[in-house]
């Protein structure tokens, strides 16, 4: 790929987003134009600022790197991404935004009147985040070292510099407004390439091709092994190798292949005549997003489909950057009406990445065996359409791509360092903000330096998954069920979430190799979901004497629209309001 | 592979290490509280702490006051104190918890509770049983009086008579009635605080109201639209400023409510006054204490167009922000008028200023104090002929603020 146009679309995109971030605001007004200083967040414009804080680097580039490696079964992955909002819309959003909470630690403590419960979500707040941020970092990493020859860990250093850089200068101030144009910038990136590489397919003849018949090359190919693998053949192939296979050296040979599983060292090259069919690789891990850890898929698909739906529909409620978002909203039906909005605009943008997984079996089938499947996206637009077009949209796609990293980079870190400063650092200060922010970047890009080939796809996966064993159960218990106790709601996160985050860091150590209990630790919401509700309605009915007083109050207050909440008590001032707004209208009538 | 497996290896132990950490410092936190009487002295100082350790667990629950609840709680210290196999308090009806054995003898209890009750005075009785295996035998009623009136009992069940249970039972019934006396001290504090905010509810200067009126009759004749609507910003303004309900609104209803507040005040100083706003959409959300903003701006206005004499056609200018700061919203009220002397300011701010200066700075400062704490004060920065930059820092969300329920425009 050219790399005189992707360094300067990334920098462009750096750049934009620093200038909407610190200038989006910074237009004063007189009085006169009062109403228009002080007009609240509609719902379109907070649910674009959703959508572009939730489209991580996960959806931008491992999706279609998902399909193009493991067919169909993979969207999945976009359709729990967006239902995550059906439940959240159903169950949470009103509620949660009429608690006044501005975060989960706040909700726990607006709810159940514990700073004990309050400190605990915290932690989790904190935990969850982090495990967020490192797909992101990686992801950054390995797009800066596909599109470039930049080092695996330049990406994520840039997006951790330039997002602490400008969250601790104050710079995110207009931070609806910079999310925002980041989705449509992200919406853009895919769409408009899409649609050349539509165009493209047509004019090759729409070639179709199923997705359960093996992908086959469409030209002769050189296919370099960064990492080795094992390749399983099921039937003979000839191949022009330069490298080691099965342990034998060869140079511009060619090598006659028999069924079966064969070694293929790094640093080997391998050509493909067209109309090869691409053969299956075998690798233990990469540091690809699309390819999994927790490769017992193979063994239970249905479980970890449904370990997978459940971790994502219920998982998205707990994602601390999506919750705060909420508070911008004036309003309960606000709140509610903006989630419509975000569903539509996700659900937009994930018929994309499918799009480029399809034609990337079709035109880049060896990027299976590369290992560089996320790559997909970035790489389509030169190989189907090249030349200076194909150049200047594989750079918007990069652009895109760099969009993703920044926009949830920055909103997990401002949500995390807004934790650390109000419920882990000791005082408060704009100061201790800019610390927190620094601490709350340094420990995933100090993990993701250490462990360089850590599945990203597996830690979004994983952070779904503790979010939904934890926050989900806290959230919709402590909305809708009104024995709940700040016992049972401790009790409850710490089994739930915190059995997940056990199965999580067993599976990234490679615990147990395979079989019945890999699967069940891989894709733990199926069990640590119910586990998390189990005990916390066990612990509160056992606690009963603890419930909080005034729950119902709490819950009235959640529940009722705002203006009903107000007016019950007051009928006489809500009176008196309602005669000055005819006054108003007359006013209107008047002056029109 | 190799690489690959350590590198996981090392990725799943970071991970690890995280949630271990955390429930190490839990525990750590909950031993430490448990864990606060060492094997110090000799044994008679040893039954010493135990005894003032276990009163001092009992008295918690006890400063809420005397409820079933707060009874049930402490019953149970309070028979350890003792030692005696059943312990019950009551209020000055019934029985509200019985900790240890017997609970059959309540309703006896109780009808025997109505002598001690009247006449304040400790009494030891003989308890009727049928059950030939029922250890309680006697039982010591120890009134608890809080200035003077009872308020309930504590009742000691024994096996046998005993002038030590006796004496024990009135000396932590009395300690009991300290604890209960301190609970309504609680109380009435929380109440003075209570009517404390009320009276710091702002008000609406009685000044201000000559001056709107007096500018809306000037324009009577020659701009009767103007003063029409000069008529319904007051109307609007005093709306909001007399409203009843709730103690806290939402940053864009204060907004509004300074946005009529400007309306009036430029239509008696016209040119003079100019003022910008830059106010981020994220923060209008925010509660926070009802008129607590509107001060300050009246402030920057009187203070900014003091001393510029009319006729050298001095123009004062007012800049009010409200930035979004993670957590907290940021409000800076700025006027470019005379400032003030920095001591006589923390004269004002301590509350011995003239009545006249600063009244409006005080009461908010303190509003806010009392809402969001003691480090969410007032920030002003100023000094003479320098103007002044008032900051107020405002958390997203604090415990037991939130707006009256009323919806902001869109």
Redesign the interface.
Known sequence: MNENYVVPAVALVVVATILVGAFGLRISRTTSDFYVASRTVGPRLNAAAISGEYLSAASFLGIAGLVLVQGPDMLWYPVGYTAGYLVLLLFVAAPLRRSGAYTLPDFAEARLASPAVRRLAGAFVVGVGWLYLLPQLQGAGLTLAVLTDAPDWLGGVIVAAVVVATVAAGGMRSITFVQAFQYWLKLTALLVPALFLVLAWQGDGAPRHAFDEPATFREQRVVRVDDSLDLKLDRPLDVTASGTIDGRRYQDQRVSLSAGTHRVERGTRLTFTEGDAVPVADRGSNGGMSTSLAAGREERPLYATYGLILATFLGTMGLPHVVVRFYTSPHGVAARRTTVVVLALIGAFYLLPPLYGALGRLYAPELTLSGDADAAVLLLPERMIGGLGGDLLGALVAGGAFAAFLSTASGLTMAVAGVLTQDVLPSRGVRQFRFATGLAMVVPLAVSALAGGLPVADAVGLAFAVSASSFCPLLVLGIWWHRLTPPGAAAGMLVGGGSALVAVAATMAGYPGGGPLHALLAWPALWSVPLGFLTMVLVSLATPGKVPAGTSAILARFHLPEALAGGQAHGAATEIEAGADSWRRVRTRGNG | ?G???L??????????V??ML??GF?LGRRTARQRSLGGLGTPVEHATFETLHTASLAAPPLRAGLTE?TA?KSARRLRTLLGTDALCLTDDQAVLAWDGVGEHHRAEITERLLGPLETGRGEAFRLKCDEPDCPLRWAVVAPLTVDDRVHGALVACAPGESAVLVRAAGEVARWVSVQLELADLDRSRTRLIEAEIKALRAQISPHFIFNSLAVIASFVRTDPERA?ELL?EF??FT?YSF????DFT?L?DE??AI?HY??LV?ARFGERL?????????V??V?LPFLCLQPLVENAVKHGLEGKAVTAGGKSHI?ITA?????EALVVIEDDGVGMDPALLRRILAGEGSPSGGIGLCNVDERLRQVYGD?HGLVIETAVGAGMKITARLP??Q?G????????R?
């Open positions: 592979m690489t690959g497996e590198t996981g290896f090392l990725a799943g132990l970071c991970v690890a995280l949630p955390a429930a839990w609840e049930r029409r319904l109307a609007d709306r409203r009843r309900h709730g939402t864009a907004l509004h946005d400007l309306a430029r100019s003022v910008t706003l830059q106010i981020a959409p994220e209008l959300p509660a800049s930035q979004d700061a993670g957590a480090d997203k969300y415990p603020v939130h707006s009256g329920g009323r919806l902001p869109e």
